[in-house]
Each structure stands twice: as C-alpha cells, then as structure tokens.
C-alpha cells in the first residue's frame, strides 16, 4: 500500500519470484520525470535533504524531488548521514626506488651518457633505464636526471652523502590502475598543480627538497567506505613504487552546488 503522496503510487504493479521460490508483489522502476528551469542551492556544512526540501517546497517530504535533479550527486542516505560513497583527497609525496653505490658519484660527474656500471646498478634494483640514457646535471654534485628514448626518467639526489634514486615523474597510470583495482572504487583523479612555494624556492635557485620538484601532486578517490576501508586505499598507493600518501582529508558536500526544480 502507497499513501496517496507516494511517489510510486501510479506505478504499475509486478509478480516477481524470490530465491525461495515464493511469489512477491512488487511495482516498476519509477521512470525519473523531466527537472527543467532548476535553480542552483550551495550546500551547507550539515545540511539535509528533507530541511533543503522544507525550504524550497515547504514540504520536507518533497527530498526526492531534488534527488531527481541530482541523480550523480546525492542519494537518499544522505539524509541519514549514512552515505557510503565517500570521496577522500590524498597528497602525494616522492618516495626513494633505491640507493646507489658513492662510487657511482664518478659517473654522474663526468659521463654525459649513462655508463655500464650505472646501468647495471639501476636493473639490479629493478629499474629500468634505456642503455642509451643521457644524464643531465641539474644541481652540480648534487642532483641529476636520467632520461632515456622510451623509457623510464629518474633523478638521482644526493641526500645527506647518499645517491637516492626517484622517479622523474609519478608512475600515474600504476596509481590508477592499481586504485581501480580496488572493489568499491568508483572514481580516481589525480591533480598536479604548480607548487608556489617550491616554485619560489627553485626560481632564487635554492635547492628543493630531496626527490621534489616545484609540483604539488595529489589523487582524489570516491569509493564505498562499506565495502573498502580507507586502509586498504592507502595502502594500494603506498604499494606503487616512487610515492607515498599523505593523510587522507575527507572531501565534504559543503560549498558544492545542486539543482533544485520546480515542485511539479
């Protein structure tokens, strides 16, 4: 039975048969009717579907109207603060692929193109430079960039007297393809923006802190916090070699905008 404000009210009725075989009244899937001339709402931190209903419509009951008009956006577990789809921003910081033998310094020093025993180093640690790799000084005696014809870049750093090796650019197609991997993972965009303090730093020619660049880098995940702890997330980006996560900041609805439609 539907009462006479239902939604569902009009819709045809169905039989449809359950695993234990027995017969379940039921009606059709509620086509979502047409939301035109909408109006924009910006969300409040706490704010609810049925008060945001209560404001527009006078009728708090009228919450599904405004989910009609959002169908990417919210759901009706958002009204209980139950949503599970969750979107969580996790800063990107580099992390060190291997360190080099001191005596390897030589070669970073003096060959403009990658050497024999430089090489070997980096497959032994299960790089994979081109043979035919240049490198490039980028801060004398103290960092270096490897960069081959299709392959993989790598900046060599000296930290605190130790040859730390980096990855040139963040492996991104492993970070997503390992967070879509993940069940419960809906969506993964990642963000590279100019840092203006690491941006400031480089351009005074002051050296930057050890693997970084002048980027602010960053991966943003919506997933089901039911089905997949954010612990598992962690540590699928922490599993992609040359980055670590940061601490996840949880991205809320407040200050984003939704439609709100006419009442019929």
Known sequence: MFTRSS??????????TDAADRTMRSVEPRPLPPTPGALLHTLAEGERLDT???????????????CDANPDFMSPLALLGQEPIITAR?????????????ELRHDLDTHAHISAPLWRALRQARLRPSPRAQILPERPGKQWRIVGPLRNAYVVVDVAGE???????????????????????????????IDPTLAQLQSLGQALPAGMDRYDRAVSVT?????????????????TPGITAGEPTLIGRAGKQIAIPPAW
């Open 7 to 16: 939604r569902y009210r009009t819709q045809p009725e169905v039989l449809a």
């Open 52 to 66: 945001i209903a209560n404001a527009y419509y006078r009728q708090p009951l009228r919450w599904w109207r405004i």
């Open 90 to 102: 996790f800063a990107l910081a580099p992390a060190p692929l291997c360190a080099l033998a001191p």
């Open 163 to 193: 040859l730390i090796v980096y990855p040139a650019q963040p492996p991104w197609d492993d970070l997503q393809r390992r967070l879509a991997a993940l069940v419960g993972v809906e969506a993964v965009a990642v963000q590279e923006e």
């Open 223 to 239: 997933f089901n916090n039911r089905s997949l702890p954010i612990k598992d997330v962690i540590r699928a980006i922490n599993a």
